[in-house]
Structures are given as structure tokens and as C-alpha cells.
């Protein structure tokens, strides 16, 4: 089994390719799809050109297939996915929504096992 990124909600499939794939909004409440490396410490990013954003604002990822917001009750300022490993075991991991904050944690079982 491949590792594989799912919705905590609707458990849908994020990964597509090599990219993980979300639907943002800005502060302008303008909609856009994001593909983000699956990689952590890769913070190489893919968007439509004419979604815009600027370093430091705030986004919200949403499921782009359940619509439902990836918000995490821990902090306000992350969003989280989870990753399922090769041997089907279930991964948090937990990445910054602010843009350009480079920041993101694997936790399983409330231990941080990586982070970038």
C-alpha cells in the first residue's frame, strides 16, 4: 500500500498525483484550488495564477470533495489531514495555514514523529 492523504471528515482522497489537492478561500472570500507537495519540509505550492494571496494571510482549506473546512482545534492557525502509511496506520498531520508560515508536523498517537 502506498501512503495515502485523506479528509478527517469524508475520508475522500487528497492525493492526486504527486500533489495533495484542497479548495482555499482568501480574505477576499474568492475561491481557489491549491495542489501542495505531500513531502514534509516541501513547500512547493501549484495555483491558478489569478488566485490571489498575500504572504501572511490567513487561508481556509476546505475538502474539495466533502466542502467541509480543515480546521483543527488546537491551534486556529492549522489545518489537518490525515496520512495513511504503508501499513495502513493513521498519521496527523498538521500544516500552517498562514502563507508562507512554513510549518508541519506528523503526530501519531500524540507524538510528534516529524515536522518542517
Not at 479548495?23 to 491549491?34: F, M, S
Amino acid at each position: 500500500m502506498k501512503n495515502s492523504f485523506i479528509c478527517p471528515y469524508c475520508r475522500g482522497h487528497l492525493l492526486v498525483g504527486d500533489q495533495l489537492i484542497f479548495r482555499v478561500r482568501n480574505e477576499k472570500k474568492e475561491y481557489g484550488l491549491l495542489l501542495l507537495s505531500p513531502q514534509i519540509g516541501n513547500y512547493d505550492s501549484l495555483k491558478n495564477p489569478d488566485f490571489e494571496y498575500r504572504k501572511g494571510e490567513a487561508l481556509n482549506f476546505y475538502c474539495p470533495l466533502c466542502s467541509h473546512m480543515l480546521s483543527t482545534k488546537l491551534d486556529d492557525k492549522l489545518i489537518f489531514v490525515i496520512r495513511l502509511d504503508n501499513q495502513g496506520e493513521e498519521h496527523n498531520i498538521y500544516f500552517s495555514r498562514i502563507s508562507g508560515e512554513k510549518s508541519t508536523y506528523q503526530v501519531k498517537d500524540d507524538t510528534v514523529i516529524a515536522s518542517g
